[in-house]
């Protein structure tokens, strides 16, 4: 029996479900008695039941606190880059961020419309091939927060731990690429966010997690759905939130605990991008990677041909072999390998073998 051609996305830009999520969701769109999940009123029993079972999943894969709060949001993360602070009620100090690449710069820019924004450290000078030296980190005590993005999809690099800060000063994460592929401890985050559409479900669902002690403290110009407080007060149904989306991501999460919850993700995780970086690092300057090793992001593999005239033929004869999705970031360029949780093994391993087959082609 034939089987069928590996067919794969490596897109950093949207999810790719497991293939036994999207039978499930196949399955639910036609088992529904009076309506299937497309359209389920966020009213209803059965809506509540699939809103409490994903973020009882939430909590117990990434160990949420009692003390922090798990909203399901829209706007994506995109849409928390102003109002996070506008949620914490910033004063005059504004806050602290960390620029280590593309998405950091884009938060701190769109936070800098409503708030003062302090840069207490930026890998700027090294073109973003880092997260900058933690000693050079001057992070102010008076700062409403700090605010890093725990991995730079465009530029791939990330962060392995907690970074460490100024006691009393709330720490922020933007983990939209990262969330859920690796075990974290939520206890040093003040406020965590992420867009679904990488490794939670479709586009269209935005996580906050928010410890309880900063709510509250929100201007009174943000609007209701957008407001930390009013959401944890309703249970994320202040208004009609996104029921589909939040169905899907609730599937996803029950495949993620029944894989064995975050520490089999990274474990798998690493072992995926090993594969795609031991063929860069192996290809003696065929491929070149300039993220510094101990910053590689292990999810949004960033890369180049030496001969970047090859790219475009890199790109076509990728796609012939069904890898499909491979070229950077726009504003990046190169070559970029997103390997989300439901990228499979035998995905980054074919990446892998295609890579150096094409250097032993081209090189
Ligand atoms: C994709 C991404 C975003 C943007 O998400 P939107 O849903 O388009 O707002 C923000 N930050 C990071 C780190 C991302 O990877």
């Known amino acids: 029996m034939a089987t069928s051609p590996l067919r794969v996305s490596f897109s950093a830009a949207a999810t790719a479900l497991p293939p036994v999520v999207r039978d499930r969701i196949r399955d639910d769109l036609v088992a529904g008695v009076q309506r299937t999940p497309l359209e389920q009123p966020f009213t209803t029993a059965q809506f509540r039941e699939t809103l409490a079972g994903a973020e009882d ?23 928390q880059f102003t109002l996070l602070p506008l949620n914490l009620g910033v004063g005059p100090d504004g806050g602290d961020y960390i620029e280590t690449g593309y998405w950091a710069r884009k938060t701190l820019t769109e936070a800098s419309r409503v708030t003062r924004v302090h840069v207490a450290a930026s890998s700027a000078d090294h073109a973003f091939d880092r997260v900058p030296d933690l000693a050079t980190w001057r992070v102010r005590p008076e700062a409403s927060y ?88 309703a249970g994320s149904r202040f208004n009609t939130p996104a029921t589909f989306s939040i169905h899907v991501a609730a599937r996803v999460l029950e495949w993620l605990v029944a894989q064995g919850g975050l520490a089999a993700m990274q474990a798998e995780n690493r072992i995926k991008s090993r594969l795609v970086y031991g063929a860069i690092d192996d290809s003696g300057g065929f491929y ?10 292990p999810v949004n ?29 726009s504003r990046v360029g190169g070559l970029r390998a997103s390997l989300y949780n439901a990228t499979p093994l035998s995905a980054a391993s074919a990446l892998a073998s295609f890579m150096r087959e094409f250097q032993r082609r081209h090189g």
């Open 57 to 79: 999943n939430v909590r117990r894969l990434l160990g949420v606190p009692e003390d922090h709060a798990v909203l399901f949001l829209q706007g994506g993360a995109t849409a």
């Open 288 to 297: 070149r990677c300039r993220t510094s090793e101990a910053w590689r992001s």
């Open 146 to 233: 700090l605010h890093i993005t725990s991995n730079e999809t465009a530029d791939g690099v990330a962060f392995a731990d907690t970074p460490p800060h100024p006691p009393g000063v709330p720490l922020v994460a933007d983990m939209s690429s990262d969330l859920l592929t690796r075990p974290i401890r939520v206890s040093d985050w003040g406020v965590i966010y992420a867009s679904a559409q990488k490794n939670i479900g479709p586009a269209g669902l935005t996580l906050v997690l928010v410890r309880r002690d900063l709510l509250g403290r929100a201007h009174a110009s943000v609007p209701a759905p957008f407001d930390y407080t009013r959401q944890a007060a």
């Open 301 to 329: 593999v960033c890369f180049r041909l030496d001969d970047e005239t090859l790219t475009s033929r890199f790109l076509g004869a990728a796609e012939a072999e069904g890898l499909f999705d491979l070229a950077g970031h």
